[in-house]
């Protein structure tokens, strides 16, 4: 008999209820950094193999060759783009100045939300709520190669003066982060490929975000460990941080569907510029906080996951009907 819970199946659950595993994760973080000393542990060993897990199966199954096929639309790419970086840095830090504005390391938690747009996942949630994929693809390849060029310059305006930060290293940081992933997942796809055939890449591709996933519950479990004595003894911070994540998706979502209202987009391509514009990304984020700054920029990063994944759910599913009827245009049925 064969048993319910192979290890396909384990990832593509993980996947599917990715939200969950990281809460219990954080929680048991919490119990373990409580019962056991983990402040002198070193981070970057783990962190760096967590990166790996976490980037190099994302960018494995993004298929970037296909960009030259898909998004013509030269204005939606660009204006989702500008608010995916320059707009959405711009409510990250007057969220810092405010909500924590007497902790820099959560506000550079939520700088570097702002500064580190969405990537795959953008093409994921877009298929989701029925918009335009081929934008999104673009969109989503566009910007991860954006990322190593403006991310160090408006974390480094944004968090400079609460945090010194070395923008030179955030960016060689980040172009590893990235381009060595991407090399390595192009010439991955496209050994399989060869070998295997198409089909089998499409079928082993829907195991990739689950081992990815694993790389995110690494960090998180031994980040919120390290802190956990502060961070139990400080419960205000779990508000703080539920608090400036809030505001963050209200604020962009607003501004976002004000414009695709505004330059008449229509629900299709409206939802591309919401998606781009709110959702922002878990793996790198996060792989940056835990290789550069402090513990409790981690921390805050840890509840982007949960928070995120509810949120847009919450805005696709539950707010859909009301943004096809505002926007226009065909959404989900």
């Known amino acids: 008999m064969k048993s319910r819970w192979t290890p396909g199946k384990i990832l593509l659950h993980i996947k599917k209820r990715l939200y969950l595993y990281v809460a ?11 019962t056991w000393d983990f402040r002198h542990l070193n981070l970057q060993p783990i962190s760096m193999l967590a990166v790996f897990l976490m980037l190099y199966p994302m960018l494995t199954g993004m298929m970037v060759e296909k960009v030259k096929k898909a998004g013509r639309n030269v204005r939606l ?4 783009l500008f608010f995916a970086f320059f707009v959405a840095s711009g409510t990250a830090y ?10 820099p390391e959560l506000a550079l938690g939520i700088i570097l939300v702002g500064a580190i747009p969405c990537s795959n996942m953008l093409i994921g949630w877009s298929g989701i709520a029925d918009a335009s994929v081929e934008d999104a693809l673009v969109i989503a390849v566009i910007g991860l190669l954006l990322i190593p060029l403006l991310s160090p310059l408006l974390v480094g305006l944004s968090g400079g003066p609460l945090l010194p930060i070395d923008t030179g290293r955030l960016a060689t ?10 090399v390595l997942g192009y010439f991955t796809r496209r050994e399989i490929i060869k070998r295997r055939g198409m089909p089998y890449f499409m079928h082993i591709k829907q195991y990739f975000p689950g081992v990815s996933a694993l790389g995110i519950l690494l960090i998180v479990f031994f980040s919120v460990a390290k802190v956990a004595p502060r961070v139990i003894t400080q419960p205000r911070l779990f508000l703080e941080v539920a608090l400036g994540l809030f505001l963050y998706y209200v604020i962009q979502t607003g501004l976002s569907v004000l414009a695709a209202r505004g330059l008449g987009l229509g629900y299709e391509q409206g939802m591309i510029l919401i998606l781009g514009a709110t959702a922002s990304s878990q793996a790198i984020s996060l792989a940056v906080a835990a290789t550069m700054f402090g513990s409790l920029t981690v921390f805050a990063l840890a509840f982007k996951p949960i928070l995120q994944v509810l949120y847009i759910m919450f805005l696709i599913y539950a707010l859909g009907p009301s943004l096809r009827q505002f926007l226009g245009g065909k959404g989900t049925t």
Request: hydrophobic share 65%.
């Open 24 to 34: 219990i994760d954080l929680l048991l973080a919490l119990w373990a950094g409580r």
């Open 77 to 80: 790419i660009a204006l989702t």
């Open 94 to 103: 007057i969220i810092s100045r405010t909500v924590f504005a007497h902790n």
């Open 173 to 182: 940081h980040l172009g590893l982060y990235i381009l060595l992933p991407l």
